[in-house]
């Protein structure tokens, strides 16, 4: 069983994927870590916003997980970026457009409120990028382009979230996910120029 504070933290990002950073209470999140109230200020003197940060970035690293699960077995690139959208379509129906990306959700919730916050989202987002370029220049597409698609899939990921889950649809994904397969494949194609 994890020691407490990394039970308040786990708590901390489960509480937040699913209602947002304002909608999660400090008394919700150390019922929900079977801590004791005073703990939570004991590991995290800075209160709930230096929690959150520590939960974004952990949230953030199990999404990063994904990458090599979704990408690495499948030999093309274009069939692994329709896995990664498709599943993407997948959890958000099974989850009633409930789950999409935290980190997003707090990106767009507090970046303008919260610098380390802010910073938080940034790290992670950057973490993505590079991954996913590391990824494509392995495939041999140069970096430059490498690093252009990886923030084009990005973006278009996250704004196909924000739509499936306002729309109660996954046509966003769908749209997004064509638009990059092609991109992908156009840069494959010509070699990255």
């Given at each position: 069983m994890p020691d407490t504070r990394q039970r308040i933290v786990?708590?901390?990002?489960?509480?937040?994927?699913?209602?947002?950073?304002?909608?999660?209470?400090?008394?919700q999140i150390v019922a929900a870590a079977r801590a004791p109230f005073g703990s939570l200020y004991h590991f995290f003197p800075g209160g709930k916003e230096e929690l959150a940060?520590?939960?974004?970035?952990?949230?953030?690293?199990?999404?990063?997980?994904?990458?090599?699960?979704?990408?690495?077995?499948?030999?093309?690139?274009?069939?692994?970026?329709?896995?990664?959208?498709?599943?993407?379509?997948?959890?958000?129906r099974a989850?009633?457009?409930?789950?999409?990306?935290?980190?997003?959700?707090?990106?767009?919730?507090v970046s303008s409120t919260s610098e380390p916050l802010r910073r938080a989202c940034a790290t992670v987002f950057d973490s993505w990028i590079d991954a996913g370029v590391e990824r494509?220049?392995?495939?041999?597409?140069?970096?430059?382009?490498?690093?252009?698609?990886?923030?084009?899939?990005?973006?278009?990921?996250?704004?196909a979230f924000v739509l499936c889950r306002a729309l109660r649809s996954t046509e966003a994904l769908t749209v997004a996910e064509e638009l990059v397969v092609g991109a992908v494949e156009a840069a494959l194609a010509s070699g990255g120029d």
């Amino acid at each position: 069983m994890p020691d407490t504070r990394q039970r308040i933290v786990e708590a901390s990002a489960e509480l937040i994927r699913n209602q947002g950073y304002a909608a999660t209470g400090v008394k919700q999140i150390v019922a929900a870590a079977r801590a004791p109230f005073g703990s939570l200020y004991h590991f995290f003197p800075g209160g709930k916003e230096e929690l959150a940060a520590e939960a974004i970035g952990l949230s953030g690293a199990l999404y990063l997980e994904l990458l090599p699960a979704v990408f690495d077995p499948v030999p093309d690139l274009g069939a692994a970026v329709r896995a990664f959208f498709s599943g993407a379509a997948e959890h958000l129906r099974a989850t009633d457009y409930a789950d999409a990306c935290p980190i997003a959700t707090v990106a767009l919730e507090v970046s303008s409120t919260s610098e380390p916050l802010r910073r938080a989202c940034a790290t992670v987002f950057d973490s993505w990028i590079d991954a996913g370029v590391e990824r494509l220049v392995a495939r041999g597409l140069p970096e430059a382009k490498a690093r252009e698609l990886v923030v084009g899939v990005i973006a278009a990921l996250e704004g196909a979230f924000v739509l499936c889950r306002a729309l109660r649809s996954t046509e966003a994904l769908t749209v997004a996910e064509e638009l990059v397969v092609g991109a992908v494949e156009a840069a494959l194609a010509s070699g990255g120029d």
